[in-house]
């Protein structure tokens, strides 16, 4: 596609539910990251995959975030019981270049609302 | 660890004012810097960037030059427009990998 997709762009969850939420990035885009946003604040960090490969999970808040990328373009986030301070917007961006060789341009997508009641 | 801090907002200006946003950072190594900007209802995207010390990024007017003495990347443009009015986003990436530390943001309001 033209740019980075996610969905849904809104999801209302209940605490204690489990919820998946989808990136397509640009095509052939090697690298894929997944940022939260918290109201206010600027992206952090979450997971990083090089193709297929998932290279950096040392933003991964706790044991109930996974992500997945298992074909090296779609990659979904899934978030476990759900509690409120999972609320956030859920940002990925996507890029053409390797690790050691990369140099922070991303594409972002417009990012997917979690509201966690 | 690596961090960003730039001046809190919103910034309200008028339409074709001096605008400067403050940035400055705490890194490791040589970062590359970047301004992102964020239009409403609309994805962060890149605005400019600089990739070692001295460097100059420029883009839609805005300019913001990389100062190694002292940590700084602040962001000017000068003579806003309404259709400026977003919040822009300060990030650093160390060297060779892109994993970006963010500040918090600064949101610009331009009037008319």
């Known amino acids: 596609g033209a740019g980075v997709s996610q969905s849904p762009r809104y999801k209302v969850a209940k605490r204690g539910q489990d919820v998946a939420l989808r990136c397509d990035p640009i095509?052939?885009?090697?690298?894929l990251f997944w940022y939260q946003q918290a109201l206010g604040q600027g992206p952090e960090f979450l997971t990083y995959f090089q193709n297929e490969a998932q290279l950096d999970k040392s933003g991964l808040p706790s044991d109930r975030f996974f992500a997945e990328r298992p074909e090296g373009s779609v990659s979904t986030l899934k978030i476990q019981r759900t509690q409120q301070e999972d609320s956030a917007v859920y940002l990925c961006a996507s890029n053409n270049r390797v690790l050691g060789r990369n140099t922070g341009e991303l594409f972002f997508g417009e990012g997917s609302r979690l509201t966690v009641l | 660890g690596n961090s960003v801090t730039q001046m809190e907002g919103p910034v309200t200006l008028s339409e074709e004012a001096f605008l400067t946003i403050n940035c400055t950072y705490t890194?490791?190594?040589?970062?590359?810097l970047f301004w992102y900007v964020q239009y409403p209802g609309e994805g962060l995207q890149l605005l400019l960037k600089a990739t070692k010390a001295d460097d100059k990024g420029s883009n839609k007017g805005f300019e913001a030059t990389y100062r190694k003495e002292t940590t700084s990347f602040h962001l000017e443009k000068g003579s806003v427009q309404v259709s400026d009015s977003a919040v822009y986003f300060c990030a650093l990436s160390s060297s060779g990998y892109s994993t970006l530390t963010f500040g918090k943001g600064t949101m610009l309001l331009v009037s008319p």
């Open positions: 095509s052939g885009h090697v690298s």
């Open positions: 890194a490791t190594g040589y970062p590359s």
